[in-house]
């Protein structure tokens, strides 16, 4: 049995398309299916027909007519699908409309238009929203005026598609619809406040000839602001046509907000014609109140003239107060009297008038300068000289007194002069008694600045005390009254004798106060060395130099005469002084030495060949550790001159590694006496070599210093078994410029097979000295380490050690010593 499966549809036959489908341009239509014979009807008789889902399925025998009908069925069933795809394809062109996300959309809007020129922006929303209103009407009628179609054996329902995309359309229309009107309304808001502002500028009133002569250059530099403006208007003008174009209806207040700013260049224009016959009655106004002004400020300078006359007739000096008021009254009227002269020049030349010449101002100032000054040093005085006399003796300025009376005193005697010179008696009169004044005053100034002197203390209280047979101690209620009541003015040279000594003594107590704040800010400079987890000193120049300085001017001070009330502090600072001295010295000297050693005893051979030595090092490096963590954390140098026996450990310290670098060198002579060539390394080189004893290696940077002839040599590792003794005549050298013949070839680099085993490269010397003996070595029964000698291309001539100095025979003699020694 055959089964054949025929797919009516894509869809089941009267079914709705639920799908989103956007819209396209429908194709042109296909034939309409062919109906079934029918013959096949007649066949259907007598076979099983099932229906299953949306397949026909056909179940009978391997009947010919039956396959062709089954045929011809699938035929018709394709034939009717043609015009349902066409319809959704049509639909589909459009389906990008429905995933627009809205806010996406209006920023890309905005993003593509942001830069472009007013033409470009125009077009491009245009064609977006002509593009728009072509895809509804696409939607709607174009490609389906209905909203079922019947398609052969279909019927297609696109009712809803339709609607969901022409919604779709119309939204983004409406989107940038709104988003111009909403563009077009703040435009035209600025530009109407814009607007409001020239307005209220242009129809302001002056209140004066400047305000006017800035409102009226306001005006006339209007035109460009106003052009900027209207070319504002035409682009909203513009934007708001598209919007016409699209039927867009605006809200009732953009629509209004649109029409009146459109009106507003022509209420400006209106403005500035009725402004200009205001700013011209303005001008006329104002030109008639600087006339008056000029005369008025005639006037003035006449009375201000009669003032200052009426000086030259003052000469009382009873009633200083109310004569300084009236002076000052009149300095501010000549004040007032230069800026009003000012004002008015400077009115003049805003109306183009000549400009009037006021030198009376300066002549009237210049006149009655010297009656204020003389009547304002007379009311410095007598306000000052009661508060002197009457008030606490304790609150009186010895400076300010001394300072005043002098300047005071100076500018009478000019003053006194001048009006005698001018043949001005009153005020001539009034300058002479205000000197009287002064001048028996200036007999007390001496006595207030002794009894005044800063540096007066107790003792020098009770010297004067003593001296005078008077109890003197002020305070709050002693006055000077009462000082010259009890005679102190008879007793001038005993205070003044006990008040020069105060101002020695107070000069070294200020000096000794001075050097210890000089210290308080001061830190050490501490910096941490290297990776050793300690710290060491910088920059020690200015500490030192300050140290230097201040011993100096303390030593001076202990032989001052004066030093008596402060010689035990001044000696107790000298003694701190030296004491930082000493220690900072022995501090650098440490540092120094141990920054020498700490590399060297770093090395564990150094320290096993010098366990004593080691031991010292330790002491001092553990000492030197805590010394500098402790000035680490508090680096204050008072303070770290505080810590205890500081000193003392630092000399310690000192005296250890003074021993260790006598030891030290010591053990460096040994070595050089052990092998002489050491004395063509220096310390520093030999310490290096010697510290590093467990590798034999190390003596190759110092090979052409201890051999002449010789520039490296090269270590080859000592095989499992002993080789077979080589013959002599395989020994080659050239160390001293012989040629050494064999039967065999010469190797390249002459070589020299050791008898012993070179156990460290510093703690034993025996094989460096076979190294220099080795032409006249002989082959060593059991060598254990072969070493070649290569010679150094530099050398042009070597002597043979068998004809060098000492250095050579010591040399071969502990090579000698070394040859019994067995191998390892």
Same mark, same amino acid.
């Given at each position: 049995e055959g089964t054949v499966s025929a797919v009516a549809a894509s869809s089941a036959a009267g079914s709705r398309q639920n799908e989103s489908v956007p819209p396209s341009l429908m194709p042109s239509p296909s034939p309409s299916p062919r109906a079934v014979s029918e013959g096949g009807r007649s066949v259907t008789e007598n076979v099983s027909v099932n229906i299953q889902a949306d397949a026909l399925v056909i179940s009978s025998a391997e009947d010919e007519r039956v396959q062709a009908i089954a045929a011809e069925l699938r035929e018709a069933v394709k034939a009717s699908t043609a015009w349902p795809h066409q319809l959704s394809q049509a639909y589909l062109a459009h389906s990008a409309l429905l995933s627009i996300n809205d806010d996406s959309f209006a920023a890309s809007m905005h993003d593509k238009t942001k830069d472009l020129t007013l033409q470009r922006w125009l077009q491009t929303y245009k064609e977006e929203l002509a593009s728009l209103a072509k895809a509804a009407d696409e939607v709607m009628a174009s490609i389906c005026i209905y909203d079922r179609v019947n398609l052969g054996m279909f019927c297609c329902d696109v009712a809803e598609i339709k609607t969901q995309l022409r919604d779709k359309a119309e939204s983004l229309s409406s989107l940038i619809c709104t988003t111009i009107a909403d563009q077009a309304r703040a435009e035209n808001e600025r530009i109407s406040a814009r607007f409001s502002d020239v307005l209220e500028q242009v129809i302001s009133d002056s209140a004066n000839v400047e305000a006017l002569m800035e409102k009226r250059e306001y005006v006339q530099g209007l035109r460009e602001e106003m052009d900027a403006l209207s070319d504002d208007i035409d682009t909203v003008k513009a934007k708001l046509?598209?919007?016409?174009?699209?039927?867009?209806?605006?809200?009732?207040?953009?629509?209004?907000?649109?029409?009146?700013?459109?009106?507003?260049?022509?209420?400006? &224009?209106?403005?500035? =014609?009725?402004?200009?016959? /205001?700013?011209?009655? %303005?001008?006329?106004?104002?030109?008639? +109140? #600087?006339? $008056?002004?000029?005369?008025?400020?005639?006037?003035?300078?006449?009375?201000?003239?009669?003032?200052?006359?009426?000086?030259?007739?003052?000469?009382?000096?009873?009633?200083?107060?109310?004569?300084?008021?009236?002076?000052?009254?009149?300095?501010?009227?000549?004040?007032?009297?230069k800026r009003t002269g000012e004002l008015i020049n400077s009115r003049e030349a805003l109306?183009?008038?000549?400009?009037?010449?006021?030198?009376?101002?300066?002549?009237?100032?210049?006149?009655?300068?010297?009656?204020?000054?003389?009547?304002?040093?007379?009311?410095?005085?007598?306000?000052?000289?009661?508060?002197?006399?009457?008030?606490?003796?304790?609150?009186?300025?010895?400076?300010?007194?001394? &300072?005043?009376?002098? =300047?005071?005193?100076?500018? /009478?005697?000019?003053? %006194?002069?001048?009006?005698?010179?001018? +043949? #001005?008696? $009153?005020?001539?009169?009034?300058?002479?008694?205000?000197?009287?004044?002064?001048?028996?005053?200036?007999?007390?100034?001496?006595?207030?600045?002794?009894?005044?002197?800063?540096?007066?203390?107790?003792?020098?209280?009770?010297?004067?005390?003593?001296?005078?047979?008077?109890?003197?101690?002020?305070?709050?209620?002693?006055?000077?009254?009462?000082?010259?009541?009890?005679?102190?003015?008879?007793?001038?040279?005993?205070?003044?004798?006990?008040?020069?000594?105060?101002?020695?003594?107070?000069?070294?107590?200020?000096?000794?106060?001075?050097?210890?704040?000089?210290?308080?800010?001061?830190?050490?400079?501490?910096?941490?060395?290297?990776?050793?987890?300690?710290?060491?000193?910088?920059?020690?120049?200015d500490i030192l130099q300050l140290l230097d300085d201040q011993i100096v001017k303390t030593q001076a001070m202990r032989g001052s005469p004066f030093i008596g009330p402060f010689e035990e502090r001044c000696t107790k600072w000298e003694k701190q002084l030296m004491g930082m001295q000493e220690t900072f010295d022995e501090w650098i000297s440490c540092q120094k030495v141990w920054l020498y050693l700490e590399p060297i005893f770093g090395s564990e051979d150094i320290m096993r060949q010098m366990p004593t030595e080691g031991r010292r090092f330790a002491a001092v490096d553990a000492m030197w550790r805590k010394v500098m963590k402790a000035t680490n954390d508090e680096p204050a140098v008072l303070k770290v001159a505080e810590m205890e026996k500081l000193l003392e450990k630092f000399q310690e310290a000192n005296k250890f590694l003074d021993l260790i670098q006598k030891g030290l060198n010591e053990y460096l002579e040994t070595k050089r006496l052990a092998f002489p060539r050491f004395f063509f390394l220096s310390d520093e080189e030999l310490l290096d070599l010697l510290s590093r004893a467990q590798d034999p290696l190390a003596v190759q940077p110092h090979l052409n210093k201890c051999f002449e002839g010789i520039a490296r040599l090269v270590f080859e590792r000592e095989p499992e078994e002993p080789p077979a003794p080589p013959s002599p005549v395989s020994e080659h050298s050239s160390l001293a410029g012989d040629e050494a013949r064999s039967s065999v070839a010469p190797s390249p680099a002459p070589s020299v097979v050791l008898s012993a085993r070179p156990p460290t490269a510093g703690g034993d010397s025996s094989w460096l000295a076979s190294v220099s003996a080795a032409p006249s070595l002989l082959p060593s029964a059991a060598p254990s380490v072969q070493v070649s000698a290569v010679a150094s291309a530099n050398a042009s001539s070597v002597q043979s050690p068998r004809a060098g100095g000492p250095l050579d025979a010591d040399a071969t003699a502990a090579a000698g010593a070394a040859a019994p020694s067995a191998a390892a």
């Open positions: 046509r598209v919007l016409d174009e699209a039927q867009h209806v605006l809200l009732d207040d953009d629509f209004s907000l649109a029409c009146s700013t459109q009106a507003w260049p022509s209420k400006i &224009e209106s403005a500035k =014609a009725r402004n200009e016959q /205001l700013m011209e009655e %303005s001008n006329k106004r104002f030109m008639l +109140e #600087l006339q $008056e002004m000029q005369e008025q400020f005639v006037k003035d300078l006449r009375s201000h003239a009669e003032e200052v006359e009426s000086f030259k007739h003052m000469g009382d000096i009873g009633d200083v107060e109310t004569t300084y008021d009236t002076v000052k009254q009149l300095q501010d009227k000549l004040a007032e009297a109306f183009g008038w000549p400009v009037t010449q006021y030198d009376q101002i300066k002549k009237l100032t210049k006149t009655f300068e010297p009656y204020a000054s003389l009547w304002k040093v007379g009311f410095d005085w007598s306000t000052t000289y009661p508060v002197w006399m009457e008030g606490p003796f304790v609150e009186v300025n010895r400076t300010e007194v001394e &300072e005043n009376t002098s =300047a005071w005193q100076l500018s /009478l005697k000019k003053l %006194s002069i001048s009006f005698a010179d001018k +043949e #001005l008696p $009153e005020p001539a009169r009034a300058a002479t008694a205000f000197l009287d004044k002064l001048k028996a005053f200036e007999e007390l100034v001496p006595l207030i600045v002794q009894l005044r002197n800063p540096g007066l203390r107790a003792r020098h209280w009770d010297a004067i005390s003593k001296k005078t047979g008077l109890a003197l101690r002020p305070d709050a209620a002693f006055t000077l009254n009462r000082a010259i009541e009890m005679n102190v003015t008879d007793h001038h040279e005993a205070i003044e004798e006990v008040s020069v000594i105060a101002t020695q003594e107070y000069a070294l107590e200020t000096a000794l106060d001075k050097m210890r704040r000089e210290w308080e800010p001061l830190k050490l400079d501490v910096a941490p060395y290297k990776d050793t987890g300690t710290y060491v000193l910088r920059a020690m120049d």
